[in-house]
């Protein structure tokens, strides 16, 4: 499918392709080693003693790949496989999946993550967000309530039924002609929450719109946020699990994700304000005992739900922008209790949808 926005980006993309490949070319032929120097950026860091120089625009150092050792010589061939890959896609204006990628040399690549790690190196040479590359992802993110818009033709109304659920486009670059009567952007984490308001009528009793990534965003509906944050200009709203899975999603709404840090300017999105689930909602709310789950002690990626807590408390970015989610954090940890939004269900299965979120919005009950 052609974007009608991507002819410029397009030939100036395999313009530096073609330099870069040129300049790799010389080096064999003169005799040299080719090298290939990556910025590194980073969304945040843990630096406790004051130093954090982080910057959502500036690189933090380089990395230099070379063919001389081996565990880089790996990386540099498969970086050079899916340029030509990219290169491909571009000269036919075509759109593959990273997915796609790794099936065309499953042997060589291994896994996924090689392939991953490729395309970002890719966008940090070319200094180009993922979607330039006519790379895409499959969408996961739903939307519904008070807004209306186009995308490459196809008309995505709805408004006519605020409470029904549409998928939210790949190519968020060629959407247009947003219309939206709505109030406020609630996103919220997780598909069971989002269903749960559709079928409350929700979106029918308030004026909104209702956003959900299922999960972890990818980038489609992290990229149709910032779009629709820009355009309306209106105040959003994030509602995730009180644990801190949830609240490292909403992190990564608000700051952006570590492994796409170089791309955090047109992906993070900094007016979020959390709604809830708080730790404190728990005595506010009076949450029975049976409702909390204690933080897990076993290793779940990588870490425990204590471990990641306090990995996100001393993120620099909590400290620097938002200090009112440390007390919450702590909170947390010294009880060392969980919950889940449809805990607030005990009360009465409305419960979230008639009381808990109206009431927050009205009295600005947010950090």
Same mark, same amino acid.
């Given at each position: 499918m052609e974007g009608k926005h991507s002819i410029p980006n397009r030939l100036n993309l395999l313009k530096k392709i073609g330099e870069l490949t040129r300049s790799l070319v010389e080096d064999l032929c003169n005799g040299r080693s080719p090298t290939l120097k990556i910025d590194q950026f980073s969304s945040y860091c843990s630096e406790d003693s004051g130093k954090c120089c982080c910057s959502y625009n500036l690189p933090k150092g380089k990395e230099i790949l070379t063919l001389q050792r081996e565990s880089q010589s790996r990386r540099f061939d498969a970086l050079l496989r899916v340029l030509l890959i990219v290169q491909q896609l571009l000269q036919e204006n075509k759109h593959g999946s990273k997915r796609d990628i790794y099936y065309m040399h499953p042997s060589v690549f291994k896994e996924q993550s090689v392939v991953d790690r490729a395309v970002n190196d890719i966008c940090i040479l070319l200094q180009c967000s993922r979607h330039n590359l006519n790379v895409v992802s499959v969408g996961?993110?739903?939307?519904?309530?008070?807004? #209306? *818009?186009?995308?490459?033709?196809?008309?995505?109304?709805?408004?006519?039924?605020?409470?029904?659920?549409?998928?939210? =486009?790949?190519?968020?670059?060629?959407?247009?002609?947003?219309i939206s009567v709505a109030e406020y952007i609630l996103i919220v984490e997780k598909e069971s929450v989002f269903?749960?308001?559709?079928n409350d009528?929700?979106?029918?009793?308030?004026r909104c719109i209702v956003i959900t990534g299922r999960g972890y965003p990818d980038v489609p509906?992290? #990229? *149709?946020?910032?779009?629709?944050?820009?355009?309306?200009?209106l105040p959003v709203y994030c509602l995730v699990d009180c644990d =801190?899975?949830?609240?490292?999603?909403?992190?990564?709404?608000?700051f952006g994700s570590m492994q796409m840090a170089y791309d955090a300017k047109s992906l993070r999105l900094p007016g979020i304000q959390w709604l809830g689930a708080f730790p404190s909602d728990c005595e506010k709310y009076q949450l029975p005992q049976h409702c909390l789950l204690p933080l897990t002690t076993e290793v779940f990626n990588d870490s425990t739900d204590k471990q990641k807590a306090e990995g996100i408390l001393h993120r620099c970015y909590v400290e620097r922008e938002a200090p009112s989610?440390?007390?919450?954090?702590?909170?947390?940890?010294?009880?060392?209790?969980?919950?889940?939004?449809?805990a607030l269900s005990v009360h009465s299965l409305t419960f979230l949808s008639e009381n808990y979120l109206p009431s927050k919005i009205q009295m600005g009950a947010f950090i």
């Open positions: 996961n993110g739903l939307v519904m309530g008070w807004v #209306r *818009f186009a995308e490459a033709g196809r008309n995505f109304d709805c408004i006519s039924s605020p409470n029904t659920a549409h998928q939210i =486009p790949v190519h968020v670059e060629d959407v247009e002609d947003i269903q749960r308001l559709a009528q929700f979106c029918r009793k308030n509906t992290r #990229r *149709f946020l910032h779009l629709l944050i820009e355009k309306l200009r =801190p899975y949830g609240i490292d999603i909403l992190a990564t709404f608000r989610w440390r007390n919450e954090l702590q909170l947390m940890l010294d009880r060392g209790v969980k919950f889940e939004i449809e």
